[in-house]
């Protein structure tokens, strides 16, 4: 059974950093993407950023892009999220989620760059994880 455990969440201040994992476990699938969410209260998940564990290719929410950066450890299976320069609108459920894309000889066609942060595209979600950004 595929497990994702995200860890990391917490209240800061305005301008701080956070450090988000993603821990996953559970997998039979030699390859994977993952991708990060967020959802504040009253608004629709949001896609921002994703990463491809076979190559690290990379992809970005506009709302994040320069002051998130996403990472993996291959060797402990691990996701990360840096999270710097808050801001208050930061303030969500920040959720992973992975998308199988290799089993053996089977390779998935790799996501086309607008579909790579639609949730739909992921089979495996996390619980998720506060992140409370104070002004």
């Known amino acids: 059974e595929v497990q994702l455990v995200e860890s990391g969440g917490g209240l800061v201040q305005a301008g701080e950093s956070l450090r988000l994992s993603c821990a996953v476990s559970g997998f039979t699938f030699d390859a994977y993407a993952v991708g990060w969410f967020r959802q504040a209260p009253g608004k629709e998940r949001e896609g921002i950023s994703y990463?491809?564990?076979?190559?690290?290719?990379?992809t970005y929410a506009d709302s994040v892009k320069g002051r998130f950066t996403i990472s993996s450890d291959n060797a402990k299976n691990t996701v990360y999220l840096q999270l710097n320069s808050l801001k208050p609108e930061d303030t969500a459920v920040y959720y992973c989620?992975?998308?199988?894309?290799?089993?053996?000889?089977?390779?998935?066609?790799?996501?086309?760059?607008?579909?790579?942060?639609?949730?739909?595209?992921?089979?495996?979600w996390g619980q998720g994880t506060q992140v409370t950004v104070s002004s």
């Open positions: 990463i491809r564990s076979s190559d690290g290719d990379t």
């Open positions: 989620a992975v998308r199988p894309t290799g089993w053996g000889t089977i390779i998935k066609t790799p996501l086309p760059l607008n579909d790579r942060l639609k949730p739909s595209e992921y089979d495996y």
